[in-house]
């Protein structure tokens, strides 16, 4: 039986005790952050930012071992945003983590000044340290530290007051920003440093910021940073703790060598000859092409054809400029902080690019120069915030002062966008970028009233207000500001706003929604089969998340998974992971979060413009005669047999 171990920190008490969750019958941190959460503080009967939504951050079961992919820090808590229980996770961070002798922490109550929690682990115990600082003094650091802004500065800060700490702990920080205090979707913030030479590793960051775990953190504890190393051995089965052995395990399972195995699963996120590029960047933008949306998501009303063109433009004002730098020249890629062979985070004059952040300030609105989307991510990374819901709000206000349901003086920018995508002319569209940056200072600020209402309250509970604040002028215009939006509702207000492809997998009813957990291939199956696709891609991707593994590495890892919970001792391991889905819905149906109808004409066309693409003429005839009821009727097909497959009637 191996002890999985819990910090349970009382931030209002500034007290601390450890728990141990045994494997089996516990599997990992999200098993673990759902029973947190459903049976012992019961988050679904408090208000969200109570300090009884506990932040659990924990790391793998086989973390601090020898297994490429498995030092993710995963975050369990009731979103903000969904209302529902959500899943999030950081790259790396488990990798000094383990070194505290605990693998995970309980946040829970709340701290009356902002405090940093520092977590020592050594052979003798734990202890902690609790430092509270002055509101106006943190916001004196974020604004400007040493030429640093925001989170960066935030890190930097704590490495310079504590760097006897970071270097005798070999520790590590995740920290929040400015978003995090004022809006719903701030983001969980860790840059690995160098703590001899108090360095940042800049490219090494990584986020955790779907559903808004920072804000959580901030606004419900009254935290902005938790730092944790130690000197702390991290215990994991022997065939885990030698390259050596678990090669030989590997062999013996699969009948594949492992270091082949690995090359060959993670060619994408490494390098692939084939485009002379890697990364999530450098591979989608040449994979996808004219099926990436681009335009407020409003290319997929466009003809293919002419698709194509605004691809090639992205391709060579966007695309080209990063991979000839990238890959022909610096060659910069670094790791999440933990020896990996991969080396996924590729650095652009020093910014990591992902696909998921530049796409959505980037061709989402029109903008296809890349200095300029690599300077509204830093933004938004330096004020802590999710940059794909981030993206999601920027596209919403610039469409909805472009079809005139809001004015530049209501939003607070200088002038109009630039949204015609037949201008064929990327120096016109850059307008795009300077006006997202506008709107990013202005969401953290809370510079008026629209952009404190979505700050405060989220997009979907902000369109409400707004339909009702506007109506004369709705009317007059013809249009909404809910069919503008891309979400998916939960309850009465929540939502989570999908990921940047063209796919209904990303717009569907399932549980836990922003992420991967879902099929989400360009095929329009029934709804029924499509259920089916998409409950067993979530269990496999749960199955990665609660394992801490990348799913980078899912290409080699996810069938060897339940090998290796056997040699924890577990056995009947798809039903145990099932059964952890399982509780997911149970939480989010007590939480009164299910998932609901889409309600955005925008989000229903993904549908009805997908089944004309692939030629499906069923359901594209479906969709023309009455495009709402036939989405109704994919909806209810396709929610019952999801139920069904996951046991909740």
């Known amino acids: 039986m191996h002890a999985y171990k819990v910090l349970w920190i009382d931030v209002t008490q500034k007290t601390w005790k450890v728990k141990n969750y045994p494997i089996p019958p516990y599997l990992g941190p999200v098993d673990i952050g759902i029973r947190i959460h459903l049976e012992e503080v019961e988050s679904f009967k408090e208000e969200v930012f109570s300090g009884t939504n506990v932040l659990f951050l924990g790391t793998g079961p086989f973390a601090g071992g020898k297994i490429f992919g498995t030092h993710r820090l995963v975050a369990v808590f009731r979103s903000p945003e969904s209302l529902g229980l959500h899943v999030s996770e950081m790259g790396g961070v488990g990798y000094k983590f383990v070194r505290s002798g605990v693998n995970g922490f309980a946040i829970f109550g709340k701290s009356p000044e902002p405090v940093v929690i520092f977590v020592e682990g050594s052979s003798e115990g734990i202890n902690l340290r609790f430092e509270t600082i002055e509101k106006e003094k943190l916001e004196e650091i974020y604004d400007n530290y040493h030429g640093y802004k925001g989170t960066y500065a935030l890190t930097k800060y704590l490495l310079d007051n504590y760097s006897e700490f970071f270097i ?58 938790l730092v944790v190393g130690g000197e702390a051995s991290p215990q994991v089965p022997e065939v885990f703790s030698d390259v050596k052995r678990f090669a030989k395990f590997f062999q013996e399972v699969t009948s594949r060598d492992y270091t082949s195995a690995v090359n060959s ?5 490494r390098f692939d000859p084939k485009i002379g590029a890697g990364g999530t960047f450098g591979s989608n933008y040449p994979y996808y092409k004219e099926w990436l949306p681009t335009f407020c998501f409003n290319s997929i009303y466009l003809k293919r054809e002419f698709r194509k063109k605004l691809a090639d433009l992205i391709l060579s004002y966007y695309w080209k400029p990063f991979k000839e730098l990238t890959f022909e020249q610096a ?38 120069n890349l200095d300029l989307a690599s300077k509204i991510v830093d933004l938004i990374d330096q004020k802590g915030l999710d940059a794909i819901g981030t993206g999601h709000v920027v596209m919403f206000l610039l469409e909805a002062v472009q079809k005139e349901l809001l004015t530049c003086e209501e939003l607070g920018i200088s002038e109009p966008p630039c949204l015609d995508p037949f201008k064929l002319n990327p120096k016109a569209w850059e307008v795009n970028g300077k006006l997202a940056i506008e709107i990013i200072e202005g969401l953290v600020s809370k510079k008026n009233k629209i952009l404190s ?10 369109i409400n207000y707004l339909e009702n604040l506007y109506e004369d002028r709705i009317t007059s215009v013809g249009l909404s500001f809910r069919d503008l939006a891309l979400y998916q509702p939960y309850g009465e207000g929540g939502y989570m706003t999908p990921n940047f492809y063209w796919t209904k997998g990303f717009l569907i009813p399932i549980f836990v929604t922003g992420k991967y957990w879902t099929d989400y291939c360009l095929a329009f199956t029934s709804p029924e089969e499509f259920a089916k696709q998409v409950y067993q891609r979530a269990i496999k991707e749960l199955s990665l998340s609660n394992a801490a593994f990348c799913r980078f590495h899912r290409g080699w890892a996810e069938n060897l998974i339940p090998s290796l919970y056997q040699q924890l ?21 007590k939480a009164k979060a299910l998932p609901q109808p889409l309600e955005s004409e925008k989000a229903i066309d993904i ?40 046991g909740i009637s």
């Open 168 to 225: 005798k702990n070999r520790a590590r920080a995740v920290v929040v920003g400015e978003g995090a205090f004022s809006t719903k979707f701030g983001s969980l913030v860790s840059i690995d440093i160098n703590p001899e030479k108090k360095e940042l590793i800049q490219g090494s960051e990584d986020f955790a910021g779907r559903a808004g775990p920072g804000s959580v953190l901030a606004q419900a504890h009254g935290v902005f940073g």
């Open 331 to 368: 060659k910069t890629w670094k790791t999440c902080g933990e020896p990996c062979p991969v080396a996924c985070k590729k650095v652009w004059k020093g910014k990591k690019v992902d696909y998921e952040p530049f796409q959505g300030i980037g061709p989402l609105i029109g903008v296809f």
């Open 265 to 269: 699963a993670t060619l994408k996120y």
């Open 607 to 646: 549908f009805c413009t997908l089944a004309e693409e692939l030629s499906l003429s069923k359901w594209y005839t479906k969709f023309t005669k009455n495009k709402k009821r036939a989405y109704l009727e994919w909806f209810e097909r396709f929610y019952l047999t999801y139920l069904s497959l996951v």
């Open 453 to 462: 209402l979505i700050a405060e309250k989220g997009l979907r509970q902000a």
């Open 569 to 589: 001792g577990i056995s009947e391991y798809e039903e145990k992971i099932k059964e952890v889905y399982r509780n997911i819905g149970i939480y989010n149906l």
